[in-house]
Nanobody, 126 residues
């Protein structure tokens, strides 16, 4: 089993920045093949945000955050990050860290991820 714990959420003004962290722990952590971030805004469906490969060399993002968000991974610390710049009110959501054991390849399908964190709230004021 793997546990994921996010931190770093908060309230920020439009144009500001936040960095989310996700720490992974557990006795099967070595089985994780890929990690990513999803978000869910009030009244909206859950949305893929970003993905990072097992070796940290490849990343993918949803179009709305490209050029503003960056996913990074420090395997020595079992930690993944989401650097969010130029935040906009439409980025307001609960952000979830995810990890998958089954696929090395990029996927935006939430069902392809085996573990989810509890979520951290990000609120961007206008």
């Amino acid at each position: 089993q793997v546990q994921l714990v996010e931190s770093g959420g908060g309230v920020v003004q439009a144009g500001g920045s936040l960095r989310l962290s996700c720490v992974a722990s557990g006795n099967t952590i070595f089985l994780i093949r890929a990690m990513g971030w999803f978000r869910q805004a009030p009244g909206k469906e859950r949305e893929f945000v970003g993905w990072i490969s097992n070796n940290g060399e490849n990343t993918y993002y949803t179009d709305s955050v490209k050029g503003r968000f960056t996913v990074a991974r420090d395997k020595s610390k079992n930690t993944m990050y989401l650097q969010m710049n130029s935040l906009q009110p439409e980025d307001t959501a609960i952000y979830y860290c995810v990890a998958g054991e089954r696929y090395y390849t990029f996927t935006t399908n939430a069902d392809d991820y085996d573990y989810w964190g509890q979520g951290t709230q990000v609120t961007v004021s206008s």
